[in-house]
């Protein structure tokens, strides 16, 4: 299965911002639950929460998607809390929806010059140039990051040694998160 994710490095030193909105300075997963329908989002959801807590980073929850025979409007886009209980999350990891972390944090932490896609460099053939991600090539890729008006400025394949079974310090060493 192929998994997009970011892994997002931080840039300010300080716990706390001046308007008072809190994040974590380890730093963030953040995914795209693109492949397949519920069943396969839940899998996808539940590897991701298993990957974020082993790298102790902020898991940004996705909304779900749902399809209506391939297209997709605003409302393709149900956020987790539509269907489960957030607290209950949180009591294992800690989490932040997507849309809370994409209005309140993404423009001072990850701000549209500092949006990067990594992949699986396998992932890189399905894209135009076979050098990059495609990470929004079709639906529901597409339409998922134009949902939360992501564009990616480059993408990156992960080291060839490096896969979800590593240890974290492998995936730190990669990707250290810049405070
Ligand atoms: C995980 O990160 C949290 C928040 O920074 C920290 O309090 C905790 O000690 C970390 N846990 C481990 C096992 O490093």
Redesign the pocket.
């Known amino acids: 299965m192929h998994l997009s994710i970011c892994i997002l490095p931080l840039l300010l030193r300080t716990l706390v911002f001046a308007d008072g909105v809190e994040y974590?300075?380890?730093g963030y997963v953040i995914y795209c639950p693109c492949m397949g329908r519920f069943g396969n989002q839940v899998d996808h959801f539940l590897g991701s929460l298993s990957f974020a807590r082993k790298l102790?980073r902020t898991l940004v929850v996705p909304p779900w998607i749902t399809h209506k025979y391939g297209r997709y409007d605003g409302d393709s886009f149900p956020p987790y809390n539509h269907w489960f209980k957030v607290d209950t999350l949180k009591s294992y990891h800690?989490i932040i929806e997507m849309e809370d972390f994409m209005t309140n944090l993404a423009p001072s932490i990850w701000p549209p010059n500092k949006r990067k896609i990594y992949c699986h460099e396998i992932a890189f053939s399905r894209s135009d140039d076979k050098k990059s991600c495609p990470a929004k090539s079709g639906n529901p890729f597409g339409a998922f990051w134009d949902n939360f008006k992501v564009e990616f400025i480059a993408s990156e394949g992960f080291p060839g040694n490096l896969n979800y079974h590593s240890p974290k310090t492998s995936w730190d060493h990669a990707y250290p998160s810049e405070t």
């Open positions: 974590d300075k380890n102790n800690r």
